[in-house]
């Protein structure tokens, strides 16, 4: 059978055989060599118009003796839109150009150059004339038509909306098979996604009389019915029950059921008996909630918050979630030997699945080898595992530390505390017999790395020596993998940084026995705005100002070139506020913090100062704001607070000691706020705090693990134990107290991470707070400040001018009696508490968690109540709410809250006050209160 060239002659001649001499004179002057597109025949037309064969065309063909030849001419036919330059620059083919013949491949170079740029449908080279040893070309081809308008039918503009964000279509752009086969593939996804599972896409092209050479595209897609899954059945599950297996699918889930006539459909693994309900009563099966679902499962299931929809990704990954939880059960030979999904007469979908369980297994002996810094009965205590302990390989590793965990205690982390970097451990099974798996597990210590050099880089505004003197990675330092996650969480609490972009990137070196650790950084804002603007007849100008700055620098204030806007980066803490409302109101406060006193120890120094003034401004005969009343009625207080804080290394290095010494002077003018008893003159309260807390919270803004623990006592000089005060003594112009507190915080994590980067997870806040006041003599009365007012959303209308701690409950108004049923609707109290108690749980789950924001929602349950004194208070006298929030944290401005809270104690029996009269919908702006 002849090829190549001859091939096409030799067809050539067969076809002579077939046709009238007419038609053979038509064809007989032209032999080419064609390509044609395998998608569509086109037919090919003659340029010429021969009237016999020539002979040297025929010689040529049949030629054994290889010659050289030289084009004398490229032509090129069929083109109507674009340039003849561009093809013969994509053809690569000139008058010239020389070849040899037979055995050149330019002529298939060239076909192959333009259908590799996907613009023609079809391309043919031609040989049309021979003289000597020149030859005449001709190029023949056939363009695509270009994409015009196009038009969807079958589904609605917002869902045209979603598909044209996956999929491109560009007007003038070459329409390929390519085009029209990932349409089809990429719509078809688009709407399988969503749980239409027998979508079908047409496409449909037409000319476009608005373009050139080009076709309007019509897609007409049927999206079919939605298919939810109907049941997922399990064949071949002896030991594990069906329910169990179906809790281990987080993202392939049965839809909600309520019927008297469940699905019939059979699959093809065989047919699963139901339950019994005879035998579920005979038993007393009621009184298993397990056996109960089972037996209601085909008849009522609920699956409220969970999609139905069939998902191929989450599917191949539940898959992988059946054998893992198998294998920690100990069947570490279970199997799925077949699944399929079958559409039932209901419309639903049915998921089966094939099983082989195998045997179950049980750990034997566990020996260790190579471990010279540990005995063995230590690391057998570390591991936990014993022999006949269920097998589970997963268990096994992760007290290995080979996989990551939360909780740390593994193996492998007390090694890399102690420097052992390059530490490793080998699980090795080295008998299986009947149902037990012996371990040898290898351990290859390693010499004790030490930190060599350390690095910081994306620190652009915040200086290194700020980062450094948070780091518990020291150069010359053994390597500890818990300084490293200290000194990660030191980081963050700084808030200078994103908490997710925090990267210690240890590198070890093998051939000295140091590593390297290269902290990479990423800044964020900290600074905080606050301002709000107004004006009201009569009072003037209302407003407020504050501007908050936690990564200031004092040192460079004085230099112009640190200004950018303004001097930052030693991580001092700079808080300025005013707030005006017109002549009844005024406040300044500022404060200042230098965490790291000296430089070189964790001591803090804080100081602070506020002043403000409140004016009876108001007259009740005119109605309007006197000028005169404001400078003769009024209260102003002013203040000033010095504190010390110094971290302790005793019990451990989360305990901070701090002791703050603070004076409030008060003067009034004829403005009875306390007493009509004290209606005018200046009352000085001295007073000096001990605190000592301990926090291990990482990430301030949204905790997932740690604890807060505070406890401190506020006390004032013993005036009346100093002196006879005699009755004349007045409570309010020398106050006397001693107040206690103590809080209590709890963060734990519920659950796995969830999200693509797993930062997101349930976290629950547990806290206790109590607080009371003592006297030094019992014939005086309590101090009228520093005392607890509780209730509302931690506001105050009296601006905080008393002094005392602000404790909120949601779903309850500001009360001032220590019965749970009275609770009427009020801002602010009249008297405050002199004890309290306060119980908090709280379900947190976050929704965004990035440098610009971290918005997270909440639910909760409070119980608190306060007391005036030791012979009423009973801790178990509480008012009850519960609720839902929102908190919303802003760089710039702080935090934004939102709570509905519904007063348990507030529904009255016999009294029908609805959810309305129980519940409060309270916010908060800038700070979370207690």
Do not use: C
Request: positive net charge; aromatic residues 14%.
């Amino acid at each position: 059978m002849p090829t190549g060239l001859g091939l096409v002659f030799y067809n050539t001649l067969k076809l002579m055989r077939l046709i009238s001499l007419p038609h053979f004179l038509l064809l007989a002057g032209l032999v080419s060599l064609s390509f044609t597109s395998p998608v569509q025949a086109q037919e090919k037309q003659d340029t010429s118009k021969p009237t016999s064969v020539d002979p040297r065309l025929l010689e040529w063909e049949k030629a054994r003796i290889v010659k050289e030849y030289t084009i004398a001419e490229v032509k090129i036919t069929g083109i109507r839109y674009l340039d003849t330059s561009i093809v013969y620059s994509i053809a690569n083919l000139q008058p010239g150009d020389k070849f040899v013949h037979p055995g050149a491949e330019l002529f298939g170079k060239a076909i192959s150059n333009l259908w590799r740029q996907k613009l023609f449908s079809g391309a043919q080279v031609f040989v049309t004339k021979l003289e000597d040893d020149k030859v005449w070309v001709e190029i023949n081809i056939q363009e695509r038509p270009r994409l015009g308008n196009y038009k969807f039918t079958g589904i609605r503009k917002t869902e045209e909306e979603d598909i044209l964000t996956k999929i491109s279509l560009t007007k003038q752009t070459i329409i390929t098979e390519n085009t029209r086969r990932e349409i089809i593939e990429k719509i078809t996804k688009h709407y399988a996604e969503k749980g239409f599972r027998n979508v079908q896409v047409k496409l449909e092209e037409k000319p476009d009389p608005t373009f050139a050479n080009s076709n309007m595209l019509f897609i007409n897609v049927a999206k079919g019915n939605r298919v939810r899954i109907g049941d997922i059945n399990f064949y071949g599950n002896e030991q594990v029950d069906d329910l169990r297996l179906k809790k281990q699918f987080k993202g392939t889930k049965e839809s909600t059921r309520i019927t008297l006539r469940p699905d019939q459909a059979s699959g093809p693994y065989g047919t699963n008996s139901r339950a019994s309900v005879r035998e579920y009563f005979r038993t007393l099966g009621f009184l298993s909630p397990s056996r109960t679902k089972r037996v209601l499962d085909p008849y009522v299931r609920l699956k409220l918050l969970s999609s139905a929809k069939f998902d191929d990704k989450k599917y191949e990954e539940d898959k992988e979630k059946l054998l893992n939880y198998y294998n920690s059960l100990g069947y570490r030979d279970a199997q799925i030997i077949a699944d399929t999904q079958y559409l039932t007469a209901r419309g639903n979908l049915n998921v089966d699945f094939k099983v082989n369980e195998g045997n179950r297994y049980y750990f034997g002996n566990i020996i260790w080898k190579g471990n010279a810094k540990f005995s063995d009965s230590l690391l057998n205590q570390l591991l936990a595992i014993n022999k006949g302990d269920i097998y589970n390989v997963a268990v096994l590793n992760k007290r290995l530390g080979k996989e990551a965990s939360q909780e740390g205690g593994d193996i492998s982390g007390y090694y890399m505390d102690d420097g052992y970097l390059f530490f490793r451990a080998e699980p090795v099974e080295v008998a299986v017999y009947n149902d037990t798996i012996d371990y040898e597990i290898r351990m290859m210590e390693g010499p004790q790395a030490r930190i060599k050099n350390v690095t910081i880089a994306g620190n652009e505004k915040t200086k290194d020596h700020v980062v450094r003197r948070e780091l518990r990675t020291v150069p010359g330092e053994l390597f500890s993998r818990a300084q490293l996650i200290r000194s990660q969480r030191e980081l963050g609490n700084l808030q200078f940084f994103n908490q997710e972009k925090i990267n210690p990137g240890v590198v070890p070196n093998q051939d000295d026995g140091t590593v390297d650790i290269n902290w990479q950084l990423e800044e964020k804002s900290a600074d905080q705005l606050e301002l709000s603007a107004g004006w009201g007849g009569g009072i003037g100008l209302t407003g407020t100002l504050g501007v908050t700055f936690n990564n200031f620098s004092v040192k460079n204030i004085w230099k112009k070139s640190a200004w950018d806007p303004l001097p930052t980066g030693d991580g001092q803490k700079l808080s300025v506020r005013l707030q005006s409302n017109g002549r009844a109101y005024r406040s300044y406060s500022a404060s200042f913090t230098e965490p790291w006193l000296g430089g070189k120890k964790r001591n803090s120094l804080t100081l602070g100062f506020n002043s403000s003034r409140f004016s009876n401004a108001f007259d009740p005969f005119t109605g309007r704001i006197d000028k005169a009343r404001s400078d003769t009625n009024y209260l102003s207080t002013s203040g000033f607070s010095v504190a010390f804080g110094k971290q302790l290394k005793w019990p451990d290095d989360y305990f901070n000691l701090v002791l703050t010494f603070n004076y409030t002077r008060y003067k009034l003018a004829n403005y009875p706020i306390f007493s009509s008893d004290f209606t005018s003159g200046t009352s000085n309260n001295v007073s000096v705090k001990v605190a000592l807390q301990r926090s291990s919270v990482f990430n301030p803004i949204f905790p997932t693990s740690g604890s807060n623990f505070l406890a401190s006592v506020q006390f004032t000089p013993p005036y009346s134990l100093l002196g006879n005060v005699g009755s004349g003594y007045n409570a309010y112009r020398r106050p006397e107290y001693h107040k206690w507190r103590f809080n209590a915080e709890w963060y734990v994590p519920i659950g796995k991470p969830l999200g693509a980067e797993k930062n997101r997870q349930f976290v629950v806040k547990l806290a206790a707070k109590y607080g009371f006041m003592g006297r030094y003599n019992p014939d005086l009365p309590y101090s009228p400040f520093e005392r607890f007012q509780v209730g509302d959303a931690g506001l105050t209308n009296n601006f905080g001018l008393l002094g005392y701690d602000i404790v909120a409950h949601r779903g309850y108004p500001v009360y001032q009696t220590s019965d749970p049923t009275i609770n009427p609707d009020q801002q602010s109290a009249s008297q405050f508490f002199t004890i309290f108690n306060k119980y908090q749980l709280e379900a947190r789950f976050p929704l965004v968690t990035n440098p610009s924001s971290t918005i997270y929602a909440l639910s909760f349950f409070e119980a608190a109540n306060g007391w005036y004194n030791y012979k009423d208070y009973n801790p178990f006298r509480l008012r009850r709410s519960v609720g839902v929030g929102m908190r919303f944290f802003l760089p710039m401005f702080g935090l934004l809250g939102f709570d509905y809270g519904i007063g348990l104690d507030r529904a009255i029996p016999g009294q029908s006050n609805g959810l309305k009269g129980i519940s409060r919908f309270t916010f908060m702006l800038g700070f979370e209160p207690e």
